[in-house]
DNA sequence: CATGGCGGTTCCCTATTTGTAACCGGGGTT
DNA sequence: AACCCCGGTTACAAATAGGGAACCGCCATG
């Protein structure tokens, strides 16, 4: 399975990405990043996620320390989530990939559909 | 399941990063941005990937325009992997988030477990 | 009294991802 | 003849992700 003369960082690198790079762990980091506070309906709402996925994704995201939880014991209970500072920090390079997602979206498809077309013929 | 009142750009950005996000094409576009030019199994052992993920993760950034493949049809074949202009321009947003990882790395580890210790007891 | 909102958790089920192993042709090496 | 390399593809199995719906306490509203 794993070859022999491996880079030592990859394996890290790995880690590290397969922890808070999937898309909802971005999206809430983008979305955080760009209102600052906000509560978890307001996400669920804004982002079309799922009440599941983002309970565990907000629970995963505040485990590894980008995310904080501030509980408030009011009536209606309100939850509010912003970035710690280490979560700052991962705005950068995750706001440049979704720059970059949405600038190169239409060449994505474009480049898709004449793959397609030379091989499914 | 989804909500009603979703930001416009969270399907396509969603979209996009669910294509290009998975970390094993995160990974082969640093090595190839690093590297320049990599055969199949140099990318293969470099990476640590399995034969099976290498081939199909390189057949959809082909298809996505951000790979070129090239075949020389010598003996032993012999399959050249370069980032097309789009694959590099894909470079900067990635290997920003590779060293963001690597330099975050140890700090996430430490608030798992931090996080850990005062839930788990 | 029923309903709804908040912030979740839990169960169930399916779909996607990922790994393992075997195989392929075509040739070289021992 | 037996084995290895290259660059894959295929079949199968296991793990994981993800959605949907129901439920929770607590209170307000109608």
């Known amino acids: 399975m794993l070859d022999n003369a491996q880079c030592p ?6 880690e590290v990405l397969s922890r808070v790079g999937d898309r909802w ?23 079309g ?6 309970s565990l994704t907000l629970k995963e ?3 590894d320390g980008l995310v904080n939880r501030t509980y408030h ?3 209606p209970p309100k939850v509010e989530y912003n970035l710690t500072e280490m979560g700052q ?18 060449e994505i498809d474009a480049a898709r559909q ?4 030379t091989v499914a013929k």
């Open 9 to 14: 960082d990859c394996k890290r690198i790995n």
């Open 25 to 47: 762990s971005v999206l809430v980091v983008i979305y955080l990043a760009r209102y600052g506070t906000m509560r978890f309906n307001e996400l669920k709402r804004t982002l």
């Open 61 to 63: 995201l505040e485990r």
């Open 89 to 106: 920090s991962f705005r950068e390079p995750v706001s440049a990939l979704g720059y970059w997602a949405l600038e190169n979206l239409n």
């Open 73 to 75: 014991p009011t009536i």
């Open 114 to 117: 004449a793959y397609d077309k």
């Open 49 to 54: 996620i799922s009440q599941r996925m983002l």
